[in-house]
């Protein structure tokens, strides 16, 4: 039976939003301390540290809503998963698709060095979107002509990263809709190119970008296909602090990144190709429920992140009693008073991220902006 999401949420958030503070003070500390003395230094430390955080996502899924990921791919790619430098591209078909992404990168050991290009906004979302830009993360305006920049210079320090990192790439600029798509239908027909079912169209600039600036140094590509079977809910933040499982198909098949091609068209048409293939294998699924043609690799279910998240709640439950002893000396209604604003405070901040990753509040990008009656489909 479900939980209703608010006896979670509270208490949760007061858990995530103490800790995150914590470690977002450490990650400014070791910014301002360490990285000028030492920046691979201070990537590795801030790799550990913003596990400490990052890990409480990962207890969500896997010990209270216990959402399933069934990953497909060959055991030699499965083997390298976590041991090199990768380009992640991926359709973005759920609320919570970075979230699976980080359960496969704390599976390879390189979750703290799991990075992604986002909108700028996310970098402004409290706690989560702090540690992001104290991780390198890629942050862009959706405009070209400021993001072309912003891409090369973000590469170029990616280039002495000193451990195994995944950068992630939705080519396809915005979560996946119904509304979205037939945008990106109606756009695909006045441009003469395959008609899309089950993706979108993808904006390749940013993945040209990419495969041209880190193709000396980032030996391969995972093209990653999410699906969600037909029998199964899509996955939500509000369903996973409510304890409602899924179910989440993940397929990663490896490229090479020097069988590419040289030239801009043709890196832009094989991104264009591989979402074609995506786009059938999909029908295929929800025609057939035959997902995958590669080998079903078993990702467990490591104890690391509830003994994170029991740690600490420990921590935590202790410096609470022990600020309220502290607190004895203020009258009872001023106690009441602070504990009522925090949870307050609390409850706001955990809306603003629970909103942050909703589909139907993403935008779409501005190619399938086609006409104003049809955008606000999109609101």
Not at 113 to 129: D, T
Not at 281 to 296: N, R, V
Not at 309 to 321: A, D, E, N
Request: with cysteine; glycine share 4%.
């Amino acid at each position: 039976m479900a939980i209703p999401a608010a006896l979670v949420v509270v208490p949760v958030g007061v858990l995530f939003i103490l800790s995150g503070l914590i470690v977002n003070l450490i990650q400014a500390a070791l910014l301002v301390l360490l990285r000028p003395l030492s920046k691979s230094l201070y990537r590795r430390t801030n790799k550990v540290i913003v596990e400490l955080l990052w890990l409480e996502l990962i207890w969500l899924i896997d010990w209270w809503a216990s959402i399933k990921i069934e990953l497909y791919t060959d055991a030699a790619t499965f083997q390298l998963m976590g041991k090199e430098h990768a380009l992640v591209i991926c359709n973005h078909r759920s609320d919570i698709d970075w979230l699976v992404g980080w359960v496969l990168a704390q599976r390879s050991s390189c979750l703290g060095s799991a990075l992604a290009i986002i909108k700028r906004s996310a970098k402004f979302l409290p706690i989560i979107g702090w540690s992001m830009w104290f991780s390198d993360y890629v942050f862009l305006e959706r405009s070209w002509a400021q993001d072309k920049e912003t891409l090369k210079f973000g590469f170029k320090q990616l280039e002495d990263f000193p451990i195994p990192f995944w950068l992630a790439l939705f080519v396809e600029g915005t979560r996946f809709t119904q509304a979205k798509l037939v945008l990106a239908q109606d756009y695909a027909a006045s441009k003469g190119l395959p008609i899309p079912r089950n993706v979108l169209i993808p904006r390749t600039k940013g993945f040209v970008s990419a495969v041209y600036h880190m193709r000396s140094f980032v030996p391969a590509i995972y093209d990653c296909t999410v699906a969600i079977p037909k029998n199964q809910p899509p996955p939500t933040m509000l369903r996973m602090f409510r304890g409602q499982p899924s179910v989440v198909n993940l397929q990663i098949r490896r490229h090479l990144m020097q069988e590419l091609p040289e030239t801009v068209d043709g890196i832009a048409q094989w991104c264009k190709d591989i979402f074609v293939t995506k786009d059938a294998m999909l029908e295929k699924y929800f025609t057939t429920d035959a997902f995958s043609d590669l080998e079903y690799q078993d990702i467990g279910r490591p104890k690391k992140s509830l003994i994170v998240v029991i740690s600490w709640s420990c921590l935590l439950l202790f410096g609470i009693i022990k600020l309220f002893q502290w607190f004895s000396f203020l009258a009872s209604w001023e106690v009441v008073a602070f504990s009522v604003t925090f949870l307050v405070i609390v409850t706001i901040v955990m809306q603003i991220l629970i909103h942050s990753s909703e589909s139907k509040r993403s935008t779409p990008p501005k190619v399938f902006q086609v006409d104003s009656t049809k955008e606000k489909l999109l609101c």
